[in-house]
């Protein structure tokens, strides 16, 4: 058994590598306003920060899974993060457009380290079992403390220092990350380890063929992508619902309660004993999730709709400790990174998709748009469920009764993995 002391390094990995991840959107819209007088390009350059994940997760799964040390994997992944900040924080404003979208392009290619990547390395800290159920639900605490902190420590030091001294800050932090990540009592992966080596073409299929075969995995990746198409047009629309209530301004404090409460649900269900299955907490929390919103959309002030985004935010907080138990519980040794990686990489991009169709929104709009990504989070739970219950009636071997060597059943002919 690893000592404790790995799970909470870890944790601190996690946290430093996510508060700079969480901080990008504002750190790049704040330099570009600050050096070029508008955050357009800003925006721009968030966008090719953000657009290479779902193409670099599948790959970013399978080189990890590959590498000989995965330890010496993240620290470059995090250390590339790092520098590719840093880097911006110096060129936005500074140098021609294309050259800053390059940067952050390269930059974003090691975002599903941060995202999904990191949370794959808590199966080689602990073995299966409560104490990493519980593992999980502190992981997923993280990635909301990571939400709350980013934003917010960047936009105090741009105020109170300068924005590329907050930039830095965050490029500091992923570097922390980095040294920490060096120290990770990382156990050997010895199921891994029997199976042969495949091509990289053939890894990266496996990653996806797995994520489509396993019946959890399938149930759980559709359904939080369809709600990431919602909670993608939250912000945009937090921020009309805000101006449509006669507090301009105010949409920081929705989302900010928004995330507090996410905090919140996950730090409460890692103190559960025992823990609820992931199954239960991935349905209660979608279905809690759109009953939030919705009793948003109905809010007559800002208080009141705060108080319903803290909820809804808590039960966010439950799908994703569920999505996180359920990608280590059924996914292959073999896989487990690219599981991971592939599964963060489509909800950014689902995330990604819902922010721009929240363009379009006006004020007046936003009660609807605010209903119709409630109604999102419902759709969400019922397609899980269908997709369990489907299912179950799928001949179909399922990664999760794997074979002894990590690799899923024969399946249908010309499906096999390695």
């Known amino acids: 058994m690893p ?15 996510r508060m700079a991840d969480e901080g990008m959107a504002v750190a790049v819209v704040t330099l570009a306003a600050y050096r070029t007088g508008s955050a357009a390009q800003g925006a721009f350059v968030l966008t090719a920060w953000m657009a290479p994940h779902v193409l670099a997760a599948p790959l970013t799964g399978a080189a990890a899974a590959r590498a000989r040390r995965p330890r010496f994997f993240y620290v470059g992944a995090l250390g590339g993060f790092a520098l590719a900040i840093s880097a911006l924080a110096m060129s936005i404003g500074r140098v021609p457009l294309p050259v800053a979208l390059a940067v952050a ?6 975002g599903p380290a941060v995202s999904g990547g990191l949370s794959s390395l808590i ?30 420590a960047t936009g105090l030091v741009s105020a109170a220092l300068s924005p590329i001294t907050a930039a830095l800050m965050l490029s500091a932090a992923a570097a922390c990350a980095a040294a920490l990540m060096a120290l990770l009592p990382l156990r050997p992966d010895t199921a891994a380890a029997r ?24 149930a759980i990746t559709a359904a939080t992508c369809l709600a990431f198409i919602g909670i993608g047009a939250l912000t945009t629309t937090s921020v009309l619902l805000s101006e449509s209530l006669g507090s ?38 979608l279905i809690g999730t759109g009953m939030g919103l919705a ?8 208080p009141t709709a705060a108080a319903s985004f803290t909820v809804a935010g808590a039960c966010d ?75 179950r ?10 074979v002894a060597d990590g690799c899923p059943g024969p399946g249908r002919p010309g499906d096999r993995l390695a």
């Open 3 to 17: 000592r404790p002391s790995g799970v909470l390094r870890y944790l601190m990995t996690a946290f430093s590598a």
């Open 105 to 110: 392009a390269a930059g974003g290619c090691c």
């Open 123 to 152: 199966t080689r800290l602990l073995p299966a079992g409560a104490e990493r159920d519980r593992a999980y639900s502190w992981d997923a605490a993280i990635y909301n403390a990571a939400a709350v902190a980013g934003p917010g």
């Open 195 to 218: 199976v042969s080596p495949a091509r990289l073409r053939q890894d990266l299929a496996a990653g996806a063929r797995i994520v489509r075969r396993e019946q959890e995995l399938r």
């Open 248 to 285: 301009a301004g105010a949409g920081g404090l929705l989302m900010t309660a928004f995330a507090a409460g996410a905090l919140a649900g996950t730090l409460g269900i890692a103190r559960l004993r025992p823990a609820p299955s992931p199954q239960r907490l991935a349905l209660i929390g």
């Open 295 to 302: 009793a948003a959309a109905l809010a007559p002030s800002v």
């Open 317 to 391: 907080g439950l799908v994703l400790t569920a999505t996180l138990r359920i990608r280590a519980d059924h996914s292959p040794p073999r896989w487990r990174t690219q599981v991971f990686t592939i599964g963060a990489g489509l909800k950014i991009s689902a995330a990604a998709l819902g922010s721009v169709l929240a363009g379009p929104a006006t004020t007046g709009a936003a009660h609807s748009y605010l209903t119709a990504i409630a109604v999102l989070q419902a759709a969400a739970a019922l397609l899980y469920t269908l997709i369990r219950r489907s299912s």
């Open 393 to 402: 009636a799928d001949p179909l071997p399922s990664a999760g009764t794997a």
